[in-house]
């Protein structure tokens, strides 16, 4: 990078300071990913929780799956952002969540509809 006479040139000095930008950004950018996966991590905890202390407080799991069916029947209330995918029931092919409907997947080979939704372990 330094000449002979022991000057850098401007446009030398434009694409290191533009590579430390970038570097900076993508920095960033993995500092905001860890944060979110601990949010994600720390939620996932507290639904699990609250999903068990419901269960041993007598409510009917198939009350809570079908109160999700009907949250994810409204999509404008609610907007995914974990992609999920399943075989077909029709042709046994891979079926990936579309993202346009809530928790909803087409099969690119046969066409069959299904639907993502979350059910609770117990």
Do not use: H, W
């Amino acid at each position: 990078m330094i000449r002979n006479n022991g000057y850098v040139s401007s446009s030398e000095l434009k694409g290191v300071a533009a590579e430390v930008r970038q570097a900076e950004k993508v920095s960033e950018t993995n500092r905001n990913v860890t944060d979110l996966k601990s949010d994600i991590l720390k939620l996932k905890i507290m639904v699990q929780a609250m999903m068990e202390i419901m269960i041993e407080r007598g409510i009917d799991p198939n009350l809570i799956n079908a109160k999700m069916e009907e949250i994810i029947e409204k999509p404008e209330t609610f907007e995914p952002s974990v992609k999920d995918s399943a075989p077909c029931p029709e042709c046994g092919r891979m079926i990936k969540d579309n993202g346009t409907l809530p928790l909803t997947g087409t099969c690119l080979y046969c066409g069959k509809v299904i639907r993502f939704v979350p059910k609770i372990n117990i």
